[in-house]
């Protein structure tokens, strides 16, 4: 029971994330669906979570600003009718129904994979080992970069590909390439520039070395989970969530770096917060473990004071 629930949770995920694949991206409509039929059948036994629906809906701050549960019903689950989604300050959804060119109804509520996905945080953190683990790999690919957006670094021979942040500069997902005699461009890897090698470790999955995660899983409630798996299993898993990578350096020494990497899902709100310890020798055997301290499933809202208490 607790696999079938978990393939359920993770093709919801892997469709609203985007997966590997447009047909992901063309159907980022469907958990919201799936989530107005839940809602609309509990509307009709009045009921949603063993509360009043009046109670749930309140608590829960949604919102049926026009129409009726009824339209909302049968449009949601029309394939063909048309349906806008609109994400608020990163916070809040509008989700419309039109009938023809005219918009019937329109309902809110909050960006929250676990009313979304109708899915507990306890539930969530207990399935995470499972679903990384199941997470099948792709084939390793070169990455194709348009070196017009490569800059020289002022003081280093290698390229930089700048990325967005998150919260502050250093926390990004800036990429590094070197070129070598014949002009070619390629990611950097290498023992000398140790955290801007792991920066292409999480960001990306080409890089195919040996190189595990020793993951101390901090669970909701003082709990704690401890699991290994590859590093590039971790990124691959977490892209196919939908989350889009930030890594940043909190101290390094000659034998010991050690960083953070936030892999943050916008569409569902929440982000994986990860401190990774590591020695730098570990990239030129192109083997070895990181020692990782993960929080998952963290409100985006509480990102940001995690980053600062590690």
Not at 273 to 302: H, Q, W
Request: some cysteine.
């Amino acid at each position: 029971m607790r696999l079938a629930i978990y393939r359920q949770i993770a093709l919801c995920l892997f469709l609203l994330g985007g997966g590997i694949g447009a047909f992901a991206q063309n159907r980022i409509d469907l958990v919201h669906r799936q989530f107005l039929e839940r809602l609309c059948l509990a509307a009709k036994q009045g009921e949603m979570a063993g509360k009043p629906m009046p109670t749930f809906m309140q608590e829960e701050k949604i919102a049926l600003l026009e129409g009726d549960f009824g339209t909302l019903d049968s449009l949601s689950r029309d394939s063909s009718a048309r349906m806008d989604i609109v994400m608020s300050d990163g916070k809040r959804y509008a989700v419309s129904f039109y009938s023809g060119e005219e918009r019937v109804v329109t309902i809110s509520y909050p960006v929250d994979y676990q009313l979304i996905l109708g899915v507990g945080m306890m539930e969530a953190e207990d399935n995470l080992p499972l679903a990384v683990m199941n997470t099948d790999m792709p084939s390793v690919s070169d990455e194709n970069v348009d070196t017009c957006l490569l800059k020289q670094d002022a003081t280093h021979t290698y390229y930089v590909l700048k990325g967005d942040y998150f919260e502050l500069p250093q926390l990004n997902a800036d990429r590094y390439y070197v070129r070598d005699v014949n002009g070619a461009f390629s990611l950097m890897h290498s023992r000398d520039f140790p955290t801007q090698t792991m920066a292409n470790m999480v960001t990306g999955v080409e890089d195919v070395c040996d190189v595990t995660l020793n993951i101390l899983q901090v669970k909701y409630g003082y709990r704690t989970e401890r699991f290994t798996i590859p590093l590039r299993q971790w990124v691959v898993f977490c892209q196919n969530e939908g989350c889009t990578p930030y890594y940043g350096v909190i101290h390094v020494r000659h034998d010991t770096v050690i960083s953070e990497l936030v892999m943050q899902n916008v569409a569902l709100g929440y982000a994986h917060v990860m401190k990774m310890t590591f020695n730098p020798a570990i990239l030129e055997a192109c083997e070895g473990e990181i020692s990782a301290r993960l929080n998952s499933y963290v409100p985006l809202s509480n990102v940001k004071s995690l980053f600062y208490e590690y």
